[in-house]
């Protein structure tokens, strides 16, 4: 019978970076509709305090996912039946080009780009084609993507390539009825924009609100969308770039 071996399985929907901003936000609203998590995340101190705030029988990965033979070792051991995977992983990086470097580079590529690809590569192993449920696929990619400021070109590059992996992965997995789409955040209240906001030289939290037409978005906003891409209602939505970005900047900074 297709299907057997995962017959058994709870599905199940993948959060990375699930300890902060987007992805922890995801994972308390997903939480709240007695969804099974696998929540993954780099510091095992920061699990643990997210499993004190949830109230489901969730699973915790602590993983740096810039290791990707940890990375890989652990999902070879693994069988799930994911029916959502949202990748929220990221870091900011504002680097002049002088200050480029290929190690800094990969070290993004990994976080972004080459661990979205194992968690991938997991995800269609464990489907076998003609099995009768959906899989719909969340990457958090930025705006800088397309319109990245000063010293983002590391940054932006890898934001790019997650945004193509997601097109040409739309049509190899569409026959196991896994669906993927891209959202595009503009400048979000998280602590990655506080830390990017120190870097660029802003040093009232103030002005970011000046600097989207619709000021900074909450956590709250992007997840709207997130959850609406991972329903049945979004069905139609495959190997798409969605920009939510507060009618967009205001001015060239980012």
Known sequence: MIGS?????QPCFIITGATSGIGKAV?????GRSEKLILIARSAEKLSELSNMLAGNHEYLAIDLTNLDELSGVLKER????????????SES????????YSKFDYLMRLHLYSFVEIMKHIESNKKNGEDYSTSVVAISSIASHSGGIGQTMYSA??????????????????????????LPGIVNTEMT?????????TDPEELNKLQLNGIAETSDIVALIWFLLSDDSKQICGTEIKIDGGGPVNKIF
């Open 5 to 9: 071996e995962n017959s058994d399985l």
């Open 27 to 31: 994972a308390s609203v997903l939480d």
């Open 79 to 90: 069988k799930d039946k994911v029916k959502g995977f949202i990748h929220c992983a990221g």
């Open 94 to 101: 504002v680097v002049p080009l002088r200050q480029v470097s």
């Open 158 to 183: 890898s934001k790019s390539a997650l945004e193509s992996t997601v097109r040409v992965l739309t049509k190899e997995l569409a026959g196991k009825k896994i669906r993927l789409n891209t959202i």
């Open 194 to 202: 506080e830390r990017w906001r120190k870097k660029i030289g802003i």
